[in-house]
């Protein structure tokens, strides 16, 4: 329960939440299948092979599509596919980010679905979810339950998406904005202090020591793993729970040299990323990052709090925001879900 609350994961291997469910663990590809990368045109290299090989292999490819430069840049390598893109609220919640989805589909001649998503398509993806992972999950996995449900209604049987560019290219880049001291990143990282919340907690300090470098952190080392593994797993427990294969380019691809931290401080985040970008639309300005849309903060705007023993009974609950909320949320109706 610690570790979920402040990794959005649990770290440990071989460690399950009950004898019901097992968890299932993400873990990162193998460096001997990662290519080595350093100019946008390597980049490019590796994709067109990868995405001509994943166009032949399978029956039919979907890609799922945001207004973000990282599957803008995967949708030009597959003209004419499925696009699935989130809508929420009728199409008012994100606007902007939905008519760039839009554009980049016009643009690639590629057959737009939307899937639409309310509280009820996340309440009645969660035990699906909840129950392949055998445990609580990211706010993200309904969602990507629904679409790729929508997309197998269509024969889609592969599904192509863009999360690994973050990870790989430098596009975390609040965490990347500085060299941080030990406590520092520590406190900024974790998303829910498990002391604040649980009766009874462990401390999550024993995986950033691993990182430790006098007081400061290898926070590069972390994110490429810790983060990798939390994001990666959220992905492949949503498509694997709705039965539909998935593939990320950007996961197999490593950067062949370090990060240039001096450039993502500077405004370019992912910024071999944002070259390629250029390259395959020259007359479209780069789109600036978003995160995938969720409408958190508007679901948990009345609620009170979990409620289970596990709990504590003073967790001021207007310090948190949707996301962290969430987290409680749904560790609590894992909880229930597992005493039945």
């Known amino acids: ?66 207004g973000g ?31 760039r989805a839009e554009m980049f589909a016009e643009y690639n001649g590629l057959k737009l679905h939307y899937v639409d998503i309310g509280w009820e398509t996340v309440k009645m993806a969660l035990s699906d979810v ?12 309904p969602q990507i339950y629904a679409a790729a449900r ?28 500085r060299d941080w001291l030990f406590d520092e990143f520590m406190d900024r990282y974790i998303y829910v202090k498990p002391g604040d919340v649980l009766e009874e907690a462990d401390s999550m300090c024993y995986l950033f020591e691993q990182y430790r470098q006098g007081d400061g952190i290898d926070f590069e080392g972390f994110l490429s793993v810790v983060a990798a593994e939390e994001s990666y797993g959220s992905y492949e427990n949503a498509f694997e729970a709705a039965g539909m294969h998935y593939y990320d380019p950007y996961q197999f691809l490593k950067m062949g040299m370090p990060l240039d931290l001096w450039r993502i401080r500077n405004g370019e985040s992912k910024y071999l990323i944002r070259e390629l970008f250029r ?3 020259p007359d479209i300005p780069v789109p600036e990052k978003n995160p995938m849309p969720r409408l958190v903060d508007f679901y948990f705007a009345g609620w009170r709090g979990p409620q289970r023993p596990e709990f504590r009974k003073d967790i001021d609950m207007a310090k948190y925001n949707g996301n962290q909320k969430w987290l409680l949320w749904c560790l609590e109706k894992f909880l229930e879900m597992a005493d039945k």
Request: net charge positive.
């Open 1 to 66: 329960m610690s570790s979920y609350l402040a990794l959005r994961y649990v770290e440990r291997r071989n460690t399950d939440f009950c004898c019901k469910y097992h968890y299932k663990r993400p873990q990162l590809r193998e460096q001997k299948e990662l290519v080595m990368v350093r100019t946008a045109q390597e980049i490019h290299n590796s994709i067109e092979k990868q995405l001509g090989w994943i166009i032949k292999k399978y029956h039919k490819t979907g890609i799922m599509l945001s």
């Open 69 to 99: 430069m990282d599957s803008a840049v995967l949708a030009s390598y597959l003209p004419g596919c499925e696009a699935y893109t989130f809508r929420f609220l009728d199409g008012i919640y994100q606007k902007d980010e939905l008519q």
């Open 130 to 141: 909840m129950k392949s992972k055998g445990g609580p999950v990211h706010s993200i996995e």
């Open 150 to 177: 929508e997309a197998a209604k269509n024969h889609v049987d592969v599904m192509v998406i863009g999360d690994g560019a973050d990870y790989v290219f430098g596009g975390m880049d609040r965490l990347l904005s």
């Open 279 to 281: 390259m395959r639309y």
